[in-house]
């Protein structure tokens, strides 16, 4: 017979999030947990959940209803605030994330935020999917809002290779418009939380691969460290970056995160080492080799060596793949929790 559970959902990980004693492991999903099975369990498909509260806040309870998550999350891609401001999107279809088509801005003053922002359908969704989770789960479940940082949304409306290049060329103007684009997930994040939103992602992906560490130190954390101060502090925010991060967790851990989610390319015993504590570790189970296409076994393997590393919140590294098998995802919500009965008992 299970144990008795003393904490309600969301109180749980909130605590745990924030290294304080839980009763037990929770599981927590920062990122999406969508999946074609779900959709198909639930008669709700992309890409009509991208857009329709009603069906967001559906497949989103089905990382709580059919695969065991203590959370639920409703923004599943990273383009809800790009279409909001003008790019062009292709949601794309039932078993493909939407990918932007075009990059609507040229030139850096050409940015403006619209004073509709929060009024524009996909994020007006967002909101409306948020609140809809809160009333139906209240503190049985955390609901996980989700907002995308600066310097991706300089991606998105500015083109990749374009902003990189202006990072070099006109650093001093880029810096300034990251310093104005902030204003939209500071914007979102405040209304994410005022529609019921428990704990925050922050998405922010400056990953090694495009730019340095001493880039970030010198043009996001300033960002970062200036919005952890402006959010309310009884919401936790997680942040979210792809990729290696050893070369600049230590930067992470001084802007004010109360959690990282982690890529599993990063050994999980040196990200604890360089965190030092000033940062709760989230993550780590990789994505295409082990959920999309491994068996459970090999997930249960994977969630367990992490945990024995010292992970405590042990989850898919990222958003997992639309064709990941339910079972796999319910595998790593297994191997916790079998771990934290062992220590109830121990």
């Known amino acids: 017979m299970p144990g008795k559970e003393l904490m309600a959902g969301s109180e749980r990980v909130i605590a745990a999030l924030r290294g304080e004693e839980v009763d037990r492991l929770p599981l927590i999903t920062p990122t999406s947990v969508a999946t074609v099975e779900s959709m198909t369990a639930i008669g709700t498909y992309f890409p009509e959940a991208h857009t329709d509260a009603y069906k967001m806040a559906a497949l989103a309870a089905t990382g709580h209803e059919l695969l065991g998550f203590d959370t639920v999350a409703p923004y599943f891609s990273i383009l809800l605030e790009a279409a909001a401001l003008g790019c062009e999107v292709d949601w794309n279809q039932v078993d493909a994330m939407p990918v932007i088509k075009k990059n609507p801005l040229q030139k850096w003053d050409d940015w403006r935020l619209p004073a509709n922002f929060l009024d ?112 309310p502090t009884d919401c936790p925010v997680i942040l979210h970056t792809c990729g290696r991060v050893t070369d600049r967790i230590t930067y992470f851990a001084g802007a004010g995160f109360t959690a990282f989610h982690f890529d599993s390319r990063n050994p999980p015993e040196q990200l604890l080492s360089l965190a030092n504590g000033r940062l709760t570790l989230i993550g780590g189970i990789n994505n295409p080799q082990t959920l999309l296409n491994g068996k459970v076994a090999e997930v249960k393997k994977e969630a367990e060596r992490l945990l024995q590393a010292g992970i405590k919140l042990v989850t898919a590294e990222c958003a997992v793949p639309l064709r990941t098998p339910n079972q796999n995802l319910r595998a790593i919500v297994q191997a916790v929790r079998d771990l934290s009965r062992c220590h109830r008992k121990s």
Do not use: C
């Not at 990251?178 to 209304?191: M, S, Y």
């Not at 939103?197 to 880039?215: E, I, K, P, R």
């Open 120 to 231: 524009r359908q996909p994020v007006k969704a967002l909101l409306a999917a948020i609140g809809l989770l809160k009333k139906r789960y209240g503190k049985r479940v955390a609901v996980v809002g989700k907002v995308i940082g600066p310097w991706t949304l300089a991606y998105h409306l500015f083109g990749v290779q374009n902003f990189l290049l202006g990072l070099v060329l006109e650093p001093e103007t880029v810096r300034e418009l990251l310093g104005r684009l902030l204003t939209v997930p500071l914007k979102l994040a405040t209304a994410e939380i005022e529609s019921g939103a428990d704990v925050l992602t922050w998405a922010d992906h400056t990953t090694n691969d495009l730019v340095s560490a001493a880039a970030y130190r010198d043009f996001l954390l300033p960002l970062h460290q200036q919005a952890m101060k402006q959010l």
